[in-house]
């Protein structure tokens, strides 16, 4: 059963709204606005559909902020929705392309179909899950330009599309297993639905095509002339994203941005002209130096720790591990920065020693290149209860484990 139906339509829809409001101005824990409602009579499906609405608006929030209110969600729709800063840059890619309808194929509650909507282009999304394009029909309700289709995207005929005025396609395939795709991601494109392949083929109809996909997408597997981005916000790598010439005013090649919740960007890319799929560059090993750095995860997935290496003057600690070092590392905003204290064993009592004698009364802990687990290391650490708030890196100097002790620095940029 579309668990949805009974919120779509009247009076559901008018409930939600009215709840809704009232929460905002005056929530009531669900527990109880359950309890009232059933109390005034309301229909039990229509009561669960309309408290879940509220709990996953709510939910929400932390993805879409204010806009949650008014949008509608299924629980899975909202796991595998783009958060909102990023579909904005999606849909920010198709209208500096000149894109004017563009088709969401695969388009879950609409989280990218809504950006692309709102910059002002016409959207037809379509999505294989009643539930899905119920949502989806709901979320692209205000704007005129907006078509909703059922049906899977694989029984397309592209050019038809085409013919239909669509100028360019997102796609955003479904990565999960199982009926509810809550549990295992699959690592294998071709595996994904739709598949990568069949994805990517759409261009040779469509030139503008743009599609998401794991971060930790092969490189090998990128077409070598599209552009690659890998996108964090907040230091939480989100999503690669994969787009067509067409769709790439920054030409071939790999980048990584990272976001804040304020929309605030940094942009790092590959050396002009560089293909796609060009493998990793290879790092420098340095000696220890005065300072070590984490860089972001988006810069580490897409390949281009070497390049940040490159402007900062960096090395890596050890071959293979993605901390980077040096004398004299600039503030940047692709790492977070720590200043070298002392280096130690890695050993729970040669930690703890170094730690009470610098006044720690906080740490937190990080790993690279060393199997320990970071909570049973904290439980056994001795800290004297001081006020300094220092970090352990635990990696591999010169072939052996060793405990970097050492203090975060703050980022000014
Ligand atoms: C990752 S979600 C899309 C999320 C969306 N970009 C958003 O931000 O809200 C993938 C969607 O693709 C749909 N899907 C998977 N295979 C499909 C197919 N063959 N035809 C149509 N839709 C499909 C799933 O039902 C799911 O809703």
């Known amino acids: 059963m579309n668990t949805l139906t009974p919120i779509l339509s009247s009076p559901g829809w008018e409930l939600l709204e009215s709840l809704q409001a009232r929460q905002e101005t005056n929530p009531m824990p669900l527990r109880e606005l359950g309890a009232a409602l059933r109390a005034s009579g309301i229909e039990a499906d229509l009561a669960a559909g309309v408290l879940t609405q509220l709990a996953l608006r709510q939910a929400a929030r932390a993805k879409f902020g204010p806009f ?56 037809l999304a379509v999505d294989i899950d009643p539930e899905a394009a119920g949502a989806v029909a709901a979320n692209l309700r205000d704007f005129e330009g907006a078509q909703v289709r059922l049906g899977d995207v694989m029984d397309l005929d592209i050019a038809e599309l085409a013919s239909e005025g669509v100028d360019a396609i997102f796609a955003d395939p479904a990565r999960r297993t199982g009926a509810s795709r809550g549990s295992a991601r699959i690592t294998n494109p071709e595996d994904w639905s739709p598949p990568l392949s069949a994805v990517l083929g759409w261009a040779h109809a469509i030139e503008r095509v743009g599609v998401k996909v794991a971060p930790g997408i092969a490189h090998d597997v990128i077409p070598a002339d599209w552009h690659a981005q890998w996108v964090s916000v907040g230091g939480d790598l989100v999503e690669a994203s994969l787009w067509s010439p067409a769709l790439a005013p920054e030409g071939r090649g790999r980048s990584c941005l990272l976001l804040d919740e304020a929309g605030a960007a940094h942009a790092l890319s590959s050396p002009e002209g560089m293909a796609a799929n060009t493998p990793a560059e290879r790092v420098e090993v340095a000696p220890l130096g005065a300072f070590i750095a984490e860089a972001d995860p988006a810069v580490i997935r897409s390949g281009l720790l070497g390049r940040l290496a490159d402007k900062t003057g960096a090395g890596i600690v050890s071959d293979k591990i993605a901390y980077l070092t040096g004398d004299d590392l600039p503030d940047n905003p692709f790492y977070d920065r720590f200043e070298v204290l002392e280096v130690t064993n890695l050993r729970a009592k040669a930690i ?21 687990n970071p909570d049973e290391l904290r439980k056994s650490l001795k800290l004297g209860g001081g006020s300094a708030q220092l970090t352990v890196i635990a990696t591999r100097l010169a072939g052996r484990h060793r405990a970097i002790i050492c203090k975060r620095l703050p980022k000014n940029l």
């Open 68 to 123: 949650a209110s008014h949008m509608v969600f299924t629980r899975d729709g909202l796991e595998q929705a783009t958060r909102l800063v990023v579909a904005a840059r999606h849909a920010q890619r198709f209208r500096a392309s000149g894109a004017r309808r563009v088709a969401d194929l695969g388009c879950g509650i609409g989280a990218d179909a809504l950006a692309i909507a709102g910059l002002g282009l016409d959207v």
């Open 352 to 372: 703890s020693a170094a730690l009470t004698s610098r006044d720690a009364g906080s740490v937190e802990i990080k790993k690279r290149g060393a199997d320990i």
